[in-house]
């Protein structure tokens, strides 16, 4: 076993340094994980700029993390040495009413592995044997790399109900938005139309398979939208979370629509027209993270083939070059920033 172990530290977009810890040994019911492949999420670049209202700087990041099982401690020897897994990186109490009617997802005391919690952007980290899923064979570790961005939008769409035969709307194309409009065609969406300020984001979300994008700036983006879905959207999911983007959502969705928002919004309130969503029955519903169900999903829906890897994954960095890989995610060329771990 090494003795060096090197770990991603956040203090800032501008002060991303390695820093060298202990080896870490794999208590009871763990798993001690060699990282392979770690992606780089919103969250995580929302976080290094000091925006995200629910993690603090300085921070350890990594929860969107493949690797190899090294050392099993008492419990977990269901996992031999060598097996390829991922992280499901939410954090459960397992006790409150949440835990206990399967929606660990919003637990009551939900910590977020590598947001909370020292993550797996390291060389080596443990996490207990429960909060991994074994790797398919079949799938390399990049493909591995994009199961947890998937779960989110495939938890986002399981909420919107039965979506066959419906409109939607996505607003946003960045990573998230981009895998809310593969789970959302893959779900039966018989039209989408997606929203962004970039072009280039809009040329993206028409090649992977919307029916037409919309500067999310434009004068006329409802209108514009309703041409491409012809009339309002069934089911409208806020990728963006922001005054904006809330606005534009209540404009797009039909009367006794559906807004799921799936981006973190910004801390602070947000102006929301109830006016309209009273007189139209519009319901607005928040979504958060996943379960082993969405996960199971995910990994199935990247098996199969729905899930172009090769059109999200835009960029691998090595580790000692974490500072330049957070740097390039808020890059617009960009979808989903890897970082490749090669251990010392």
Same mark, same amino acid.
């Given at each position: !076993?090494? $003795?060096?172990?090197?770990?991603?530290? %956040?203090?800032? !977009?501008?002060?991303?340094?390695?820093?060298?810890?202990?080896?870490?040994?794999?208590? &009871?019911?763990?798993?001690?994980?060699?990282?392979?492949?770690?992606?780089?999420?919103?969250? *995580?670049?929302?976080?290094?700029?000091?925006?995200?209202?629910?993690?603090?700087?300085?921070?350890?990041?990594?929860?969107?993390?493949?690797?190899?099982?090294?050392?099993?401690?008492?419990?977990?020897?269901?996992?031999?040495?060598?097996?390829? %897994?991922?992280?499901?990186?939410?954090?459960?109490?397992?006790?409150?009413?949440?835990?206990?009617?399967?929606?660990?997802?919003?637990? @009551?005391?939900?910590?977020?592995?590598?947001?909370?919690?020292?993550?797996?952007?390291?060389?080596?980290?443990?996490?207990? #044997?429960?909060?991994?899923?074994?790797?398919?064979?079949? !799938?390399?570790?990049? $493909? /591995?790399?994009?199961?947890?961005?998937? /779960?989110?939008?495939?938890?986002?769409?399981?909420?919107?109900?039965?979506?066959?035969?419906?409109?939607?709307?996505?607003?946003?194309?960045?990573?998230?938005?981009?895998?809310?409009?593969?789970?959302?065609?893959?779900?039966?969406?018989?039209?989408?139309?997606?929203?962004?300020?970039?072009?280039?984001?809009?040329?993206?979300?028409?090649?992977?398979? #919307?029916?037409?994008?919309?500067?999310? &700036?434009?004068?006329?983006?409802?209108?514009?939208? @309703?041409?491409?879905?012809?009339?309002?959207? =069934?089911?409208?999911? &806020?990728?963006?979370?922001?005054? $904006?983007?809330? /606005?534009?959502?209540? &404009?797009?969705?039909?009367?006794?629509?559906?807004?799921?928002?799936?981006?973190?919004?910004?801390?602070?309130?947000?102006?929301?027209?109830? *006016?309209?969503? $009273? *007189?139209?029955?519009?319901?607005?519903?928040?979504?958060?993270?996943?379960?082993?169900? =969405?996960? @199971?999903?995910?990994?199935?829906?990247?098996?199969?083939?729905?899930? =172009?890897?090769? #059109?999200?994954?835009?960029?691998?960095?090595?580790?000692? *070059?974490?500072?330049?890989?957070?740097?390039?995610?808020?890059?617009?060329?960009?979808?989903?920033?890897?970082?490749?771990?090669?251990?010392?």
């Amino acid at each position: !076993m090494p $003795q060096r172990n090197r770990r991603v530290l %956040v203090r800032s !977009m501008d002060d991303i340094s390695i820093e060298e810890v202990p080896v870490p040994r794999p208590g &009871d019911n763990e798993l001690l994980i060699r990282s392979s492949v770690v992606g780089i999420c919103g969250s *995580d670049t929302h976080a290094a700029l000091g925006h995200h209202p629910f993690i603090d700087l300085p921070y350890r990041p990594g929860h969107e993390v493949v690797g190899t099982v090294a050392a099993v401690g008492a419990g977990a020897e269901d996992f031999a040495p060598g097996t390829r %897994v991922i992280v499901e990186p939410n954090l459960y109490c397992g006790r409150c009413a949440q835990c206990r009617s399967g929606r660990y997802n919003i637990c @009551r005391e939900l910590r977020v592995f590598g947001c909370q919690t020292p993550g797996g952007m390291a060389d080596l980290f443990t996490i207990p #044997a429960d909060r991994v899923h074994r790797v398919p064979e079949a !799938m390399s570790d990049l $493909q /591995a790399a994009l199961v947890e961005p998937l /779960a989110t939008p495939v938890h986002a769409v399981a909420r919107a109900g039965d979506l066959t035969g419906r409109t939607v709307a996505v607003l946003g194309a960045g990573p998230i938005g981009l895998l809310v409009l593969a789970a959302a065609r893959h779900a039966g969406a018989a039209r989408i139309v997606v929203t962004d300020l970039l072009e280039t984001k809009r040329e993206r979300a028409v090649r992977l398979g #919307a029916d037409g994008a919309v500067p999310a &700036d434009a004068a006329g983006l409802a209108g514009e939208a @309703r041409d491409i879905l012809g009339g309002p959207a =069934d089911v409208v999911f &806020d990728c963006v979370a922001r005054e $904006q983007s809330m /606005a534009q959502a209540v &404009d797009l969705v039909d009367k006794g629509g559906r807004i799921i928002v799936v981006g973190v919004g910004a801390p602070g309130p947000t102006p929301v027209r109830l *006016d309209l969503v $009273q *007189d139209r029955e519009i319901r607005i519903e928040g979504t958060l993270m996943y379960t082993a169900d =969405d996960y @199971r999903t995910a990994l199935g829906l990247i098996t199969s083939g729905v899930i =172009d890897t090769d #059109a999200i994954i835009t960029g691998t960095f090595a580790l000692e *070059d974490a500072a330049e890989a957070f740097a390039a995610s808020l890059a617009p060329e960009h979808v989903k920033v890897l970082i490749t771990v090669t251990g010392p």
